[in-house]
């Protein structure tokens, strides 16, 4: 009776067992961000979760599935610009699933093949641009390259959501020369504007001119401006202008009017022609 007793415990126990391992491959519990993808007897089903879900042991198969968004880095790829110029650009890019069962159903392993795909559409995108393009219009580089990548991908149920390049590196001489290409543009820069300020400050002295030119007091206001300014100095040695029409009323109150000077008009050479007649003076 107590062999009995025991082998009908022992079945017990083992059934219990049994009922525990069927109930856990049963009931299957997905989170928030996860999604079931359902085949019954290899052909797909459904897409279930989140929640509780139920799975038939030995007639269906489940697949869990991330709805987050990956952030996948793209290794560096070695580009050749339009103008041959070689550079090294690697990047990063954010998708996420988006239909579950296309990306278990259309691609294998969908995480490699975007990764695939991304590094080949990275090197072909950026070969069509020149070295300055890359390095001024990278927004617009991740714009070409998330929506090439964005059509590319719709099959698999996956959304690009952006695309950033990170680096772009160069080899020394190329830095080497652009180094010297922004000097000469500086240089450039500081010509064109020295030139333009010359230019200005010759417009400001012509106006000055004429400004002087219809107001001949202002002039003599602006002699003795000039005259404080060097007064203000340190300096033993003072030189003033005097213009001529400012004596000349002194000169005219005191009778004596300012003769004009006449410069010495030279005598003429002697002849040194042997042919010609020697001139005689008379004799008185």
């Known amino acids: 009776m107590y ?3 025991f082998d009908l415990n022992f079945g017990l126990l083992i059934l219990l067992i049994v009922i525990v391992v069927i109930l856990i491959n049963t009931l299957k519990i997905l989170r928030e961000y996860q999604r079931g993808v359902i085949f019954t007897l290899g052909r797909f089903t459904a897409v279930k979760g989140p929640g509780l879900v139920i799975v038939i042991p030995g007639l269906q198969q489940m697949v869990r599935v991330d709805l987050r968004t990956v952030t996948m880095d793209v290794p560096s790829q070695d580009v050749i610009s339009r103008d041959n110029v070689s550079v090294s650009v690697n990047a990063v890019i954010y ?13 294998e392993r969908y995480l490699d093949a975007t990764s695939q795909l991304a590094q080949t559409t990275l090197r072909a995108v950026l070969g069509k641009h020149d070295l300055d393009d890359m390095l001024s ?15 590319q991908t719709d099959g698999w149920g996956i959304k690009v959501t952006n695309v950033e390049i990170k680096h772009i590196d160069l080899n020394e001489s190329m830095v080497r020369a652009i180094a010297r290409q922004a000097e000469a543009e500086r240089e450039r820069r ?10 200005q400050a010759a417009q400001a002295l012509m106006e000055a001119a004429q400004t002087l030119a219809e107001q001949p007091s202002a002039m003599q206001l602006r002699y003795l401006q000039t005259l404080t300014q060097v007064a203000g100095d340190k300096t033993s040695t003072l030189v003033f202008p005097v213009p001529v029409d400012m004596l000349a009323g002194f ?5 004596k009017g300012i003769a004009p000077i006449v410069p010495p008009v030279p005598s003429a050479p002697p002849a040194t022609d042997p042919d010609l007649p020697r001139r005689i003076d008379p004799v008185a």
């Open 3 to 5: 062999f009995i007793d």
């Open 95 to 107: 998708f996420r699933v988006v239909a579950p069962d296309k990306a278990i159903i259309q691609v």
């Open 137 to 151: 219009e990278r927004e617009k580089l991740n714009q070409d390259v998330q929506t090439i990548l964005d059509q």
């Open 190 to 199: 500081a010509k064109v504007i020295h030139a333009e300020g010359e230019k």
């Open 251 to 255: 000169f005219e109150k005191s009778g």
